[in-house]
């Protein structure tokens, strides 16, 4: 099985960085699709950004300008650049491998389907 880990997480002011890592068994089999989810209590679990095997990124609208993924493959290792946090993005946050056929797609399936991490909270002060 494909086992994930994520790291990289703690607590920050208002309009500070983050860089959050996710490292994995394996995810460099053709075609693939691996990327960051959060959830805060009470809330479902939401889509932040990914990215397949051919380097095609796609991001949730409140994080466009902020946040950057991206992988290195030699290290089995996917990333999560935050930048200019804000409140809002207070979260646990949850890397990911195939819950889906197509990248770009967000929607998850219940039970979710695909390999996931045992997440890293991230907590963004006023």
């Known amino acids: 099985q494909v086992q994930l880990q994520e790291s990289g997480g703690g607590s920050v002011q208002a309009g500070g960085s983050l860089r959050l890592s996710c490292a994995a068994s394996?995810?460099?089999?053709?075609?693939?699709?691996v990327g960051w989810f959060r959830q805060s209590p009470g809330k479902k679990r939401e889509g932040v950004a990914s990215?397949?095997?051919?380097?095609?990124?796609n991001y949730v609208d409140s994080v466009k300008g902020r946040f950057t993924i991206s992988q290195d493959n030699a290290k089995n290792t996917l990333y999560l650049q935050m930048n200019n946090l804000k409140p809002d993005d207070t979260a646990m946050y949850y890397c990911?491998?195939?819950?889906?056929?197509?990248?770009?797609?967000?929607?998850?399936?219940?039970?979710?389907?695909?390999?996931w991490g045992q997440g890293t909270q991230v907590t963004v002060s006023s």
């Open positions: 394996s995810f460099t089999y053709s075609p693939y699709c």
């Open positions: 990911a491998r195939d819950w889906t056929l197509s990248c770009s797609d967000f929607d998850l399936s219940s039970p979710p389907l695909g390999y």
């Open positions: 990215i397949d095997n051919t380097g095609h990124t």
